[in-house]
Structures are given as structure tokens and as C-alpha cells.
């Protein structure tokens, strides 16, 4: 269930676009409101909600691990992941439908199946909503004070991060951890 959270977590940009459009359409008097349209609107307003629960779960679940770490080398990632899937948000919001059963049906199997690519591949460190909530995705190399031995790990940081300097990592399972600066 966990995984399934954080999936709908990464689409919650596209969730809230398509939300506003259809309110927007309504207000403005393009579409009716009928059944369908309650609906879509009410499944749209349940997933961003359980997105943020699942981001808030995942954020602030008890950590496994925490240990302090010295940052050797960075890839700041995030631009890779980032705009794949703002093409999806633009193609979901301007061009589907929703008021149309078949394009809600299609919208619904495109999102389950790319759901299933994301969980199975464990693909949650691709997620624009941190990204638009101010974390950058990076690849690191690190060290820790006990072992010289050289680390890799995937990493979301809010800031600016800086080569050779300390960090919290927390290390809550195999996708992905926060990394947050040691106070000093």
C-alpha cells in the first residue's frame, strides 16, 4: 500500500492541473454537471489527498537507519526525471476529457499501467511533486566516519549540497533517503 501512495505522490501536479481545469470548465459552463463529471472531481480530490498522505508517510515514518556521512561526489538528477513526466502532465490536462466516459477509461489504464511500470521498477525517487516542493534527486558517493569505504546511494536533499561536508542520512528503505544537514 505504501508503494501505491507514493506512486500517486509523483502525479499529484497533474492530478491538481486536471482538477482545475475541470472546475474551471464547469464554472465557465463547457461541461454540465452531471454524475461523471461529480465524479471525476471527487477522484481527483481523493487521490491528491491520498498523494500527500503517502509522501507524508514516507517522509516521516520511523527511520531504520540514521548515520553521518561526508558527501565525496554528487549528480544532481532531478532535470532527468523531472520533465518526462511534465510532458505527461501537460498531454493529461490539456488534451484529455474527462467529461467523456471513454477518455476518463483511457486516462484511468494509462495511470494504472504506468503504475505498475513505477512500483515494479521501484521508481519513487522519481517524483516531481518533491521536486515542486523544493528537494532536488541526487546520485552520491559518500564515506563515513567509521568506514573508509567508498558508498552509493540515491539521495533527495532540500538546499545546496556541498561536497565534503556532513549530512544526516536517513536510510529508510531500498528507494530512496532524505539526506539533512548535520547541525553544526
Known sequence: MKNILLYLSAFVPM????????VIELLVGNIKLNFLDIFVIILLMTVIILGFIGLKLEMTRKKQTVKVIRVI???????????????LFVLFSITFDLSKISMLVVFILIIIMIGIVYVKNKLFYINPLLNLLGFNFYDIVYKTDSEQLKQTTKIFFKGDLLLNKKYYIEVKDENFSFLEKLNK
Open 73 to 87: 561526489e554528487k549528480t544532481n538528477t532531478t532535470d532527468e526525471h523531472f520533465l518526462g513526466y511534465f510532458s
Open 15 to 22: 492530478y491538481a492541473l486536471i482538477l482545475i481545469k475541470q
